[in-house]
């Protein structure tokens, strides 16, 4: 393959890398934090929660339960250890079985959203906040991504220390609580580059035509990284590289594939 190939190529397949990197970590996030959300927003949409990330979710959680559950029973098989168990009132299983408790009751909700399809207006709405979120004066984002993880992960520090949350539990909480905001900044960050993808286009358009007509000056053209035509060159090669260089910018500022919620 000839390196004129290689360099068209090149952009489109850092653009499918990025795609594919920004949806795993959406996703991945979205398994660890799916126990939270349905405490910190129980009225979410009916395709808010994918079936693939509740399926996962829930291996995670099993997988969780049986780890902590392991750990600790290896530690009391250490000789001459004082092993002491963890104190609190729940632990890992008991938000495991709270856990599954949740996906009863929002499962029953779902069903009867996706039977009565005119209840809802928005499926894949992430749901209002608990209400003394709302009373906070921030905005919708600043309340996804810094204020409910914040306030998860001081639980977890806090609720160990009144002996409410065993070790194990608390962990889980912070570990969540992270996942929960990056996954929240990961969906403030597809909408964002959304828009800046369309004002980009709009600025560098007439950008394109100037360099065409010859009448972009070095700043413009220093603006897309562009140089100017031959003075000699035909009309028609001229309009089918604006259209090729139109093309090569909306697939480099196009906004990735929004990942499956």
């Known amino acids: 393959m000839s390196p004129t190939m290689n360099q068209q190529q090149t952009p489109m397949n ?17 398994i660890v934090s799916y126990p939270l959300e349905m405490g910190l927003r129980p009225n979410y949409g009916s395709r808010y929660i994918s079936p ?3 399926f ?8 969780a339960t049986l780890f902590f559950s392991l750990a600790q029973a290896f530690t009391r098989m250490i ?3 004082q092993f002491r168990g963890p104190v609190g009132l729940i ?38 906040p608990l209400f003394f979120f709302r009373k906070l004066p921030y905005s919708f984002w ?17 609720l160990p220390n009144f002996f409410l949350l065993e070790p194990s539990a608390a962990h889980f909480l912070a570990l ?16 964002w580059q959304f828009i800046r993808g369309l004002l980009d286009n709009r600025h560098i ?47 480099t500022n196009r906004p990735p594939i929004p990942p499956e919620q």
């Open 14 to 30: 850092i653009n499918q890398l990025q795609d594919f990197a920004i949806n795993l970590v959406y996703n991945v996030t979205s």
């Open 52 to 54: 693939v990330v509740q």
């Open 56 to 63: 996962f979710s829930i291996g995670f959680m099993i997988l």
């Open 79 to 81: 000789p001459f250890s």
């Open 91 to 128: 632990g890992i299983g008991g938000i495991s079985r709270l856990f599954f408790l949740g996906m009863l009751i929002h499962g029953v909700r779902i069903f009867r959203l996706m039977t009565h399809m005119e209840r809802e207006e928005n499926s894949l709405y992430e749901g209002p």
């Open 142 to 158: 600043v309340v996804r991504i810094v204020v409910e993880p914040a306030f998860v992960f001081a639980l977890s520090i806090a």
């Open 176 to 191: 969540s609580s992270i996942c929960l905001a990056m996954k929240q900044y990961i969906a403030w960050y597809l909408q």
């Open 205 to 251: 358009g007439p950008i394109i035509a100037k360099v065409v007509e010859g009448t972009a000056t070095a700043d413009e053209r220093s603006r897309v990284h562009l140089a100017s035509f031959p003075k000699n060159i035909p009309e028609d090669l001229k309009h089918q590289a604006a259209v090729y260089i139109a093309k090569a910018y909306s697939l």
